[in-house]
């Protein structure tokens, strides 16, 4: 029961550098997330895809671009990183989209702990 | 823009205690509440209440909706050091697919 698969789990880059993170859901799920975690601020919306072929930008979408590469992967990329972000990033799936049940409940990953220097 | 507050920002009991998580949220179309637990890495689902479902228990932990409040608690009774964790709230607008969006959490420490 693998659910949500984050890699990698850590990294540090230098300002300036590119990189991608990846995300795979093995739940069959419509909808995938990607969001961010600062220390007090709860968990922000990066991007979102609420279906396969669909992204949309969530609350906090500057510095970042998403592929939604088929319906298991969602992967976030970061073209030129700034210590701002600096934070961890979390990945979530759920299996529907406004739809009031519990199709909206979204799982999430382990987790990608980014340093910027 | 939708807002959720969580209260206290932390809290330290000692295990056997009972505890009560405060949120409260502002949003233009509710559909959902959700409750997450949070220990060292992913946030794991607790409950989730809605107009339809306004009271959830499962074991030592239960949560109701007080929708005239704008609000939600969840308790927890007979602490233990494993109930340790950031609690998350979580808000569901009709307005806005499935997006939810977060409070700050309530950190929570059990002490022996």
């Known amino acids: 029961n693998a659910g949500v698969t984050q890699t990698p789990k850590f990294q540090v880059l230098k300002t300036g550098q590119s990189m991608t993170l990846q995300c795979a859901q093995d739940?069959?799920?419509?909808?995938m997330y990607w969001y961010r975690q600062d220390p007090g601020m709860g968990l922000r919306l990066i991007y979102y895809?609420?279906?396969?072929?669909t992204t949309d930008k969530g609350e906090v979408p500057n510095g970042y671009n998403v592929s939604r590469l088929n319906k298991r992967e969602f992967s976030l990329r970061l073209e030129s990183a700034a210590p701002s972000q600096t934070s961890v990033y979390f990945c979530?799936?759920?299996?529907?989209w406004g739809q009031g049940s519990a199709k909206n409940i979204q799982y999430f990953g382990a987790g990608t702990r980014l340093s910027v220097l | 823009e939708d807002k959720v507050v969580q209260s206290p920002l932390s809290l330290v009991v000692h295990e056997g205690d009972t505890v009560t998580l405060n949120c409260s949220y502002e949003?233009?179309?509710?559909?959902?509440l959700l409750w997450y637990k949070q220990e060292k890495k992913a946030p794991t689902f607790l409950f989730m209440l809605?107009?339809?479902?306004i009271e959830k228990k499962s074991g030592r932990l239960s949560s109701i909706l007080d929708k005239k409040e704008l609000s939600s608690i969840l308790n927890i009774t007979a602490t233990q050091t494993g109930d340790s964790a950031i609690y998350l709230c979580a808000v569901g607008n009709n307005n806005a697919g499935n997006m939810l969006t977060f409070g700050g959490g309530t950190r929570l420490m059990v002490k022996p």
């Open positions: 809605t107009s339809s479902g």
């Open positions: 949003v233009t179309n509710f559909r959902s």
């Open positions: 895809s609420a279906s396969e072929g």
């Open positions: 979530a799936s759920s299996e529907g």
């Open positions: 739940m069959n799920h419509n909808s």
